[in-house]
């Protein structure tokens, strides 16, 4: 089993800046690679982006392109989502979800392991 551990949610202003962690632990040689989703009030849960924790293989989703940025410590077994610039329609629950195919994917079902969420909220 893999657990994951999301943190650095918190409120922000418009155009302000955050960054999430999302620790892996438990048997982490399984994970290949590690997404982030979002799910906003009423809304869907959503891609954002996704990180090849081997090579460094990334994926964005369109909304938010040139603003987040997804990076890998894997001797720290720690997933970072750095968000810039943010606005108030980013405000929603972020999740990490790890997946144990070699793959870049916002298919939920490509994910074997899911984190808790943590709280990001933009106030305008």
């Known amino acids: 089993q893999v657990q994951l551990v999301e943190s650095g949610g918190g409120s922000v202003q418009a155009g302000g800046s955050l960054r999430l962690s999302c620790a892996a632990s438990?048997?982490?040689?399984?994970?290949?690679?590690i997404g982030w989703f979002r799910q906003a009030p009423g809304k869907e849960r959503e891609g954002v982006s996704a990180?090849?924790?081997?090579?460094?293989?990334?994926l964005y989703a369109d909304s938010i392109k040139g603003r987040f940025t997804i990076s890998s410590d894997n001797a720290q077994n720690t997933v970072y989502l750095e968000m810039n610039n943010l606005r108030p329609e980013d405000t929603a629950i972020y999740y990490c979800?790890?997946?144990?195919?070699?793959?870049?994917?916002?298919?939920?079902?490509?994910?074997?392991?899911w984190g808790q969420g943590t709280q990001v909220t933009v106030d305008s």
């Open positions: 979800a790890a997946s144990e195919e070699l793959l870049l994917s916002f298919e939920e079902y490509e994910y074997n392991y």
């Open positions: 990180i090849v924790t081997s090579d460094g293989g990334t």
């Open positions: 438990g048997r982490t040689n399984r994970v290949y690679a």
